[in-house]
């Protein structure tokens, strides 16, 4: 799933082309890198900048799956009350 989602942000193209799995994966590594407190300042600011970029991909992953999901919803709810309309046609 690559996003032309005009309000998300800019994101490196290597960071822009993983999966959630991907993304959430190294996110989790980068936590515990940064956690650990054994990086020196400049390596743990690129970590830092490296784990928002990752966790703003997860959320894109995250909206797009909403979005879907209440497309999906509007969709099911439209199409059951057009058939109970249907239903109520064939019993007047």
């Known amino acids: 799933m690559t996003d032309a989602n005009p309000g998300a942000p800019d994101l490196p193209a290597d960071v822009s082309d993983l999966t959630y799995e ?16 054994s990086e020196p300042l400049e390596a743990s600011l690129a ?3 490296r784990g ?3 966790a703003a ?10 979005e879907r999901l209440a497309a999906a919803q509007a969709a099911s709810s439209a199409a059951g009350a057009t058939s109970e309309a249907e239903t109520d046609e064939v019993d007047e």
């Open 57 to 66: 991909r997860c959320q894109q992953w995250l909206d797009g799956a909403r």
């Open 22 to 37: 991907e993304a959430r994966d190294e996110l989790v590594q980068v936590v515990a890198r940064l956690e650990a407190g």
């Open 47 to 49: 970590l830092w900048e």
């Open 52 to 54: 928002e970029a990752l």
